[in-house]
């Protein structure tokens, strides 16, 4: 494969990616890049690769062939315990369904991730509930989960994420289980605070309204990408920088 250097603003990188679950190919020959600070919708129908390729992206997944950089470094060449040091204290993630542990109280679930990095106590707690205020669900602070209606759960989840203000945060079809007005007005949340802390955001959907949030949008099909701008069409400035950010 022809080494390229990723582009300087580019925080995640990843060239030439295959993936296989055994017999099922999920990524065939998925090239693009992630500008730091911004907002990428990954769309396409189901099985069509998207939480494959996040998972890759995040170091969750080591693809079968290809190569993925963060901040310029490689991530598919590192043992396993340094890729979950790396989502530890670089990543956040956040699923479909909010997993929250349901023995620990709201405040304690979302403190978790620094509470894990070695945050002591008192300001785990102050900066998970400041986060907790922040996506509406302050007063749910002292409350178990199961108390909570789905769509504050996945604000929890989503200030879980947020709570270590991560470089970059993966976010997994986060609305789907949600009624469509409360799912729209928790992707706005999320993507407010991640614009106010400059945290750039890989988000899967296959919904066009969720997408519509996003600074900008690739698409998969059959495990590859499709839309991307040609380079010799005469495109605008904007364009020709997707394009230099997205190859397929
Ligand atoms: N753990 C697995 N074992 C076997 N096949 C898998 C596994 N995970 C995904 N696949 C298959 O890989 C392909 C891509 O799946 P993936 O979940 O990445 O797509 P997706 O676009 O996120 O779909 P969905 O919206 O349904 O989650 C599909 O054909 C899927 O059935």
Known sequence: MQMVAPPDNDVLWARGLHHAHGATVALTGVSLGVREGEI???????????TTLLKCLSGQLVPTEGEVLFDRAPVHTLSSPSRERLRLERFGWIDTEP????????????????????TGHRAAKHTAIEWLERLDVGMCARRRPARLEQSQRQRVAIARALVSTPQVLFADEP????????????????????????????????DPQVAAQADRTVSLLDGRLSGAVPEDTGASDEESRAACSLSV
Not at 40 to 50: E, F, I, Q, Y
Not at 99 to 118: D, K, M, Q, Y
Not at 181 to 204: C, F, K
């Open 40 to 50: 990428l919708a990954v769309t396409g129908p189901r099985g069509s690769g998207k």
């Open 99 to 118: 997993h929250l542990v349901p023995e620990l109280t709201v405040w304690e679930n979302t403190a978790l991730p620094l509470l894990l990095r070695g």
């Open 175 to 206: 609305t789907a289980p949600l009624h469509s007005a409360d799912g729209i007005q928790v992707l706005r949340t999320l993507t407010t605070a991640a614009r106010s802390h400059h945290i750039t955001v890989v988000l899967a959907t296959y």
